[in-house]
């Protein structure tokens, strides 16, 4: 492995972190430099990491291939297939909501649990005509490292907001998809915290997307010590395939799943299978997709689909 660093004789002492084996002349330059390193152990990829299995390959739109900030082939599809399916669910009141409107100070959930709820946001994203509102709010429950039931919902646009366009081209998810199959805002919202119940909350890369939304468009805060941002335990295994900012789409890739990317779901799947490989029990793709295609099926469908593939 290659470090590459590139320092100024006047700037401050530097302290880092590398991953792998560590050269001899790695080791006098820094110390020439006055560089204070650690050295920390890398996570052993596996076979997966290397597949050179295309996902969902016999979907396509129009027969073109997605473009950078474009929906993946298939998913404008898939999006309207799961609209038209999913079923209406009602869930008791939960005596611990996820989010509360108070502001705290962001604390993560201490420990690494083995009973929780994966969650992911889908949502638009643009100026202050268009606003910044959720789409689709999906979510997994996680039992002993299985699947156990699933949370997907659509959610109409706040009046007077429109769809940002960029939004649209990245999800599948349109305005009419909206108006028609989406919930009301408030109704998603009371379903999802209650759908979570009192389990720890787990998300990829929350801080900057999915708790900014909660926070503009339902002024709601993650309770203290109930959520773990997956990314963060991603970081501190050091590096993976895909340079230093690997986002879910190329984890998704790594771990070998075939399902789409943004898909809020979806994308609960693949950073609950991220979160397993993490913990050091990296679950077989096949293995996952069988678990969540069967759960997904009986727990959020109006019948069982045939054919529906995801």
């Given at each position: 492995?290659?470090?590459?660093?590139?320092?100024?004789?006047?700037?401050?002492?530097?302290?880092?972190?590398?991953?792998?084996?560590?050269?001899?002349?790695?080791?006098?330059?820094?110390?020439?430099?006055?560089?204070?390193?650690?050295?920390?152990?890398?996570?052993?990829?596996?076979?997966?990491?290397?597949?050179?299995l295309r996902h969902m390959e016999d979907l396509s739109i129009a027969k073109a291939k997605p473009r950078r900030g474009v929906a993946e082939a298939g998913l404008q599809r898939d999006v309207l297939?799961?609209?038209?399916?999913?079923?209406?669910?009602?869930?008791?009141?939960?005596?611990?909501?996820?989010?509360?409107?108070?502001?705290?100070?962001?604390?993560?959930?201490?420990?690494?649990?083995?009973?929780?709820?994966?969650?992911?946001?889908?949502?638009?994203?643009?100026?202050?005509?268009?606003?910044?509102?959720?789409?689709?709010?999906?979510?997994?429950?996680?039992?002993?490292?299985?699947?156990?039931?699933?949370?997907?919902?659509?959610?109409?646009?706040?009046?007077?907001?429109?769809?940002?366009?960029?939004?649209?081209?990245?999800?599948?998810?349109?305005?009419g998809l909206l108006m028609r199959y989406g919930r009301p805002a408030g109704t998603a919202l009371a379903e999802f915290q209650n759908f979570i119940g009192k389990?720890?909350?787990?998300?990829?890369?929350?801080?900057?997307?999915?708790?900014?939304?909660?926070?503009?468009?339902?002024?709601?805060?993650?309770?203290?010590?109930?959520?773990?941002?997956?990314?963060?335990?991603?970081?501190?295994?050091?590096?993976?395939?895909?340079?230093?900012?690997?986002?879910?789409?190329?984890?998704?890739?790594?771990?070998?799943?075939?399902?789409?990317?943004?898909?809020?779901?979806?994308?609960?799947?693949?950073?609950?299978?991220?979160?397993?490989?993490?913990?050091?029990?990296?679950?077989?793709?096949?293995?996952?997709?069988?678990?969540?295609?069967?759960?997904?099926?009986?727990?959020?469908?109006?019948?069982?689909?045939?054919?529906?593939?995801?």
């Amino acid at each position: 492995m290659v470090h590459q660093l590139h320092l100024d004789d006047d700037q401050d002492p530097v302290k880092i972190r590398l991953f792998g084996p560590l050269a001899d002349e790695s080791i006098a330059l820094m110390k020439k430099y006055g560089v204070t390193w650690t050295l920390s152990k890398m996570l052993t990829p596996w076979a997966q990491a290397f597949s050179p299995l295309r996902h969902m390959e016999d979907l396509s739109i129009a027969k073109a291939k997605p473009r950078r900030g474009v929906a993946e082939a298939g998913l404008q599809r898939d999006v309207l297939g799961r609209a038209k399916s999913l079923k209406t669910r009602h869930f008791a009141k939960t005596s611990a909501p996820a989010f509360t409107p108070q502001r705290p100070i962001l604390q993560p959930f201490g420990g690494r649990p083995d009973a929780y709820t994966v969650f992911d946001l889908e949502f638009s994203s643009g100026n202050k005509q268009e606003g910044q509102f959720a789409t689709e709010i999906g979510a997994i429950k996680v039992r002993d490292s299985r699947i156990v039931d699933t949370f997907d919902c659509f959610v109409q646009i706040p009046h007077g907001m429109r769809l940002n366009s960029r939004s649209q081209s990245l999800t599948g998810i349109h305005t009419g998809l909206l108006m028609r199959y989406g919930r009301p805002a408030g109704t998603a919202l009371a379903e999802f915290q209650n759908f979570i119940g009192k389990d720890p909350l787990l998300g990829f890369a929350v801080k900057g997307g999915d708790l900014l939304v909660m926070q503009r468009q339902f002024g709601l805060y993650a309770t203290p010590g109930r959520l773990l941002d997956v990314a963060e335990i991603a970081k501190a295994g050091g590096p993976m395939p895909g340079g230093p900012d690997v986002g879910l789409a190329k984890y998704r890739n790594y771990l070998g799943l075939d399902i789409l990317a943004h898909g809020a779901v979806y994308d609960a799947v693949t950073t609950y299978a991220l979160y397993a490989y993490l913990q050091g029990s990296p679950l077989l793709p096949e293995v996952v997709m069988a678990q969540f295609n069967q759960v997904f099926e009986q727990t959020s469908f109006k019948s069982p689909k045939k054919n529906f593939r995801r």
